[in-house]
């Protein structure tokens, strides 16, 4: 039984070393809003909300399938 307490003080003790090692770790979970600081996923995605409507409209006009003949 011991042994299992003093293994995970150590593990806990070397992922604490390691993660004050890292910089700046944000351990606060999944941001949303204002708080949230990356810009590029944001505009990639505007990118792509803008074309969807052009790539609807051509699959809208095509064919389902040939078992709709």
């Known amino acids: ?33 204002a708080e949230a600081t990356h810009a590029a996923p944001a505009e990639a995605a505007s990118a792509a909300a803008s074309a969807t409507p052009a790539a609807a409209a051509s699959a809208a006009s095509a064919p389902a399938s040939g078992a709709s003949k």
């Open 1 to 33: 039984m011991w042994k299992i307490v003093v293994g995970f003080a150590v593990f806990a003790g070397l992922a604490l070393f390691i993660l004050s090692k890292g910089g700046d770790i944000d351990m606060g979970g999944e941001k949303h809003g």
